[in-house]
């Protein structure tokens, strides 16, 4: 098919029947009220957008408290920690104090390296055991301060799937 070939047939008539060629022509074309077609479809996604937008407030709202909650825990659980980092360092001072006090007192070599023996196995034992329950403090504060955000996280991902 060619161009050339191509008519296109109208229902236009002339304003006037001018008769030198400078005719205007008035087209019969459907009127198309585009606000009335649209305007539906703009109030629906005006209305889906705004649901949006509360949905996204209200799971920022969420995940905020959920993050406040985890601070505030771990403010809390490092404190124990640092408290119990406190504890064990006043232990270890009084035992080493009393070693000293107790070399001091010692008469003979074999007194020494009897102290000492018994100072390093002591001090051994505290040790592991402070390691230990460091350890379950350390724990704890991380599960505790990641616990609120894993439970929020889960909420948010779970509603919006």
Not at 50 to 66: C, D, L, W, Y
Not at 96 to 123: I, K, P, W
Request: charged residues 20%.
């Amino acid at each position: 098919m060619n161009d050339a070939n191509v008519k296109a047939e109208t229902n236009a008539a002339p304003l006037s029947g001018a008769p030198n060629g400078s005719a205007k022509f008035k087209f019969d074309i459907p009127f198309f009220n585009i606000q009335a077609m649209f305007g539906d479809l703009a109030e629906q996604g005006a209305t889906r957008a705004k649901a949006n937008f509360e949905q996204m407030k209200a799971t920022s709202n969420e995940i905020t408290e959920a993050l406040c909650d985890a601070c505030s825990t771990n403010a809390k659980r490092t404190a124990d920690y640092g408290t119990k980092l406190i504890e064990i360092s006043n232990t270890n001072t009084a035992s080493t104090l009393e070693f000293l006090s107790q070399l001091a007192d010692a008469r003979s070599f074999s007194d020494l390296v009897n102290l000492s023996a018994t100072h390093g196995r002591n001090t051994f034992e505290a040790a592991s055991s402070q390691n230990r329950e460091l350890w379950v403090l350390a724990q704890k504060v991380a599960t505790e301060t990641a616990e609120p955000i894993k439970k929020s996280l889960n909420r948010v991902l779970h509603r919006a799937a």
